[in-house]
């Protein structure tokens, strides 16, 4: 048997039970910004999103000088138009296309895709433009504009209702047009090579093509949307399930935010019949029932949701692990609920929500307009005022020092030792190390010791092989390490957690010093070049 062992040593601030949060700057000085979306072939970059058409570049959270590209001179701005979204494919690290989902002068919602250049990882040019779709629309506002590739692959557009106030056109309802929906087609193909506005094909799964229960245009995917401004997947990626998630901007009375299982298309979430759980007109729904809102609140509260990502991240404590955030624009507003189903409704529910406002403060969330992941599942922040920050914890420990311990020994050298929100770390090598490798983190606090703690190792195997892992902790009494965890880990990347322990067995009183060690143990007949990864091994305190 072969085994790798990370010694580390941090403490994190103050945990989920009474967790408190801030927002940590990343950048400012931006010009509207409306998206920070993650690169995914860099984990290390993130592109900014400028309603008034720049796509600019982050790389190590330093805001570089050139703009990935510049749509100024194509795209139609005011108000609530100009360029509103992208998205990456997941074959982008070899295609270098991305999609861009902008309004155009006709008026109408223009898709295009545009391609790297061959000389610049961070450049794209208006040449390599190629238009996929196109929808006319006639009013300034309600252009949804957010646009992401879902875990089946294919592109997903939501679509407002067109504008104006009440949806005069009937859009929403309407199943001979794409305006009021949320789309579903793949830019990889053309079904129609005779039609230079439409450069895709349509998915032979999506839920209208059978004529049932209505007959309608192929490309939508739900009925019943008024301003789908922001959407998202829970990423299976970070072990999330799938889901779609619309934050839906409402008329005069309720924001709502609808949640969709994986695959769950073809549903009709009831604008202009409905707004959030209330009849907002006699106009007749399209096909029935209507799906009701997840989650909605009224105007009161807010009156522009921008929603809304599950976190999967390491920031923020393992008590919001799977909770959706959200927030209002208008009211510079921030809330957290669980996504849960109700089996006597039969209906998805976000419930338990906590406004974390007044915890991080409205002056610091500015106008949010959008919410996002980085590639750790952790949230990132865009207010429009020309900022974007990250969702961390208040009370945070900082790490002094790093050093590798004596007794490492790797066949293969160490490519990074990374550190995240200063109490995470990975060890990353191209072979798999022959014996105990270890690294020591010592971190201190300046806040009183907890009373309970939480260690957490995300990591897999290279191989569809199965390992055991083991999780040990320090306890300070007499210096033993004790097991904690003890799980099977193979080649799919997942999160393992210790049970809660009490903080005062396992953080040194002095200095708030921990220590703990991830084993693993591979197959004897496992392929010399097996690696283990590891992304993280986090504390979490409270």
Request: net charge positive.
């Given at each position: 048997m072969r085994c790798l062992a990370i010694l580390v040593c941090a403490l994190s601030a103050l945990g989920h039970g009474t967790a408190r949060f801030q927002l940590k700057p990343i950048v400012s000085?931006?010009?509207?910004?409306?998206?920070?979306?993650?690169?995914?072939?860099?984990?290390?970059?993130?592109?900014?999103?400028?309603?008034?058409?720049?796509?600019?570049v982050l790389i190590d959270k330093r805001l570089q000088a050139t703009a990935l590209i510049d749509l100024a001179t194509i795209i139609q701005y005011g108000g609530e138009q100009g360029l509103l979204g992208l998205a990456f494919p997941a074959d982008f690290a070899t295609s270098k296309y991305f999609y861009v989902n902008m309004t155009v002068p006709g008026p109408a919602m223009q898709v295009s895709r545009f391609q790297l250049t061959s000389t610049n990882p961070f450049r794209a040019s208006l040449v390599s433009r190629h238009d996929v779709l196109q929808t006319p629309r006639l009013h300034g506002n309600h252009n949804g504009g957010a646009m992401q590739f879902g875990p089946d692959g294919y592109l997903y557009i939501g679509t407002g209702d067109g504008g104006s106030s009440g949806d005069p056109d009937g859009n929403g309802q309407d199943p001979l047009t794409l305006l009021g929906k949320m789309l579903r087609i793949d830019p990889s193909g053309d079904d129609f090579p005779l039609d230079p506005k439409r450069n895709y094909r349509i998915p032979v799964t999506n839920p209208f093509l059978d004529g049932q229960p209505i007959s309608a245009l192929g490309e939508i995917w739900s009925f019943g949307l008024r301003n789908p401004f922001k959407f998202c997947f829970d990423d299976p990626r970070l072990n999330g399930t799938g889901a779609l998630i619309i934050g839906d901007v409402g008329q005069g009375a309720f924001e709502e935010i609808n949640y969709e299982p994986l695959g769950g298309g073809g549903r009709n979430y009831g604008w202009k019949r409905f707004e959030g759980e209330f009849q907002f007109s006699t106009d007749p729904l399209a096909f029935g029932p209507d799906t009701k809102p997840a989650?909605?609140?009224?105007?009161?509260?807010?009156?522009?949701?921008?929603?809304?990502?599950?976190?999967?991240?390491?920031?923020?404590?393992?008590?919001?692990?799977?909770?959706?955030?959200?927030?209002?624009?208008?009211?510079?507003?921030?809330?957290?609920?669980?996504?849960?189903?109700?089996?006597?409704?039969?209906?998805?529910?976000?419930?338990?929500?906590?406004?974390?406002?007044?915890?991080?403060?409205?002056?610091?969330?500015?106008?949010?307009?959008?919410?996002?992941?980085?590639?750790?599942g952790d949230i990132l922040v865009v207010d429009y005022a020309g900022r974007v920050s990250q969702l961390v914890r208040a009370e945070s420990t900082w790490i002094t020092a790093f050093s590798l311990v004596a007794g490492l020994d790797l066949s293969g050298p160490v490519r990074s030792l990374v550190t995240i929100d200063d109490r995470a770390v990975s060890l990353r090598s191209t072979q798999q190390p022959t014996r105990l490798?270890?690294?020591?983190?010592?971190?201190?606090?300046?806040?009183?010791?907890?009373?309970?703690?939480?260690?957490?190792?995300?990591?897999?195997?290279?191989?569809?092989?199965?390992?055991t892992l083991k999780i040990y902790a320090r306890r300070w009494s007499d210096g033993a390490f004790i097991l904690v965890k003890q799980s099977a880990i193979d080649s799919v990347q997942r999160s393992?957690?210790?049970?809660?322990?009490?903080?005062?067995?396992?953080?040194?009183?002095?200095?708030?010093?921990?220590?703990?060690?991830v084993e693993v143990t591979l197959p004897s007949n496992a392929p010399s070049d097996?690696?283990?990864t590891w992304n993280a091994t986090t504390f979490f305190a409270s």
């Open positions: 000085g931006l010009s509207e910004p409306i998206a920070c979306v993650q690169d995914p072939a860099r984990p290390n970059v993130n592109f900014i999103v400028e309603q008034r058409g720049k796509i600019r989650y909605a609140y009224g105007h009161n509260i807010g009156r522009a949701v921008i929603g809304g990502p599950v976190y999967r991240g390491l920031r923020l404590g393992p008590g919001y692990f799977g909770k959706c955030f959200f927030a209002d624009f208008s009211e510079s507003r921030i809330f957290a609920g669980s996504p849960q189903y109700d089996a006597v409704s039969g209906r998805w529910r976000i419930v338990n929500v906590v406004d974390l406002t007044n915890q991080v403060g409205q002056r610091a969330l500015g106008s949010p307009s959008s919410i996002d992941l980085d590639s750790n490798a270890s690294i020591q983190i010592t971190g201190l606090t300046n806040h009183t010791l907890p009373t309970k703690l939480v260690i957490k190792s995300t990591g897999k195997i290279s191989r569809a092989i199965m390992g393992y957690q210790s049970p809660d322990l009490p903080a005062s067995n396992y953080i040194r009183h002095r200095d708030g010093r921990i220590e703990a060690r097996t690696r283990v």
